[in-house]
């Protein structure tokens, strides 16, 4: 077997003895090419680190507010899980909510439930409901176990792109760097990229049912999208070229899932939001 061979069966066999999980709110298959059990002792040193250098906020009413939304999503999050079948799911999740002096506009979830919120987004998120929408949101990404698949999907491109580079041997440089350029830009902007906006799609549906299982009104989080797009100032880049979806196409997509957000509340005997 030719070298090319070799590397393309390599390839070949790390996708087919690709591990999958379960996405307990979509039923789907996803990759996870590296286990949570590595991936979480990581992602709980790298979280330390970060408040360890950055500037924690404590003992302000916002700091409180932050870690308050986040143990109520959190709990709605357990509720919703234990009642379709997966109970235990959360159990190497430790859960923790801190606040952070920046001016950024942002808030994120590392996996096992690692969230910060900037200063920054305060002022656009307005009111506890407001955080609540951004907070389920960062919560979705963590149970949906995004931060696995986007590590798997990184694997498989770095493999996909060595198999390229022993096929293209042989080939002039000029054919080989028009090749290497084509693969580039189309990993990026037709795999990658729109890998992200789909977990930015996804997190909004799941985050949309966890604030209103968790009390929360939905349909607040249609205009926190307003607020962020008049914050932006019209200055995001086209929505295929982002690993986001453009904020008109979220403000569409949450209103619209909005009432099913309520209907699914009320399984859980939530009838009333804040």
Known sequence: MNTRKRVLAWGAAILLLAS??????TGKKTLALVPNSQILP??????NQFLGDNKVV??????QLIKTVG???AKASERWL?????????????WEYNLVEDKTVNAWCMPGGKIVFYTGILPIAQNETGIAAIMGHEVAH???????QRMSAGQIQQVAGVATSVAMSGKSQETQQIIGTAFGLGTQFGVMLPFSRSHETEADKIGLQLMAIAGYNP???????????????????PEFMSTHPSN????ANLTKWAPSAKAEARKFGVTTFK
């Open 42 to 47: 990581m992602a709980f040193q790298q979280y």
């Open 82 to 94: 234990n009642a379709n079948g997966y109970s235990g799911y959360l159990k190497d999740y430790k």
């Open 248 to 251: 008109d196409t979220r403000i």
């Open 20 to 25: 999958c999980a379960t996405n307990p709110f």
């Open 142 to 148: 963590a149970l949906a176990n995004h931060g696995q």
């Open 219 to 237: 349909d607040e989080a249609a205009n926190l999208w307003r607020r962020m797009k008049a914050n932006s100032g019209g200055q995001a880049p």
């Open 71 to 73: 143990q109520r999503i």
């Open 58 to 63: 404590t003992g302000t009413r916002d700091a």
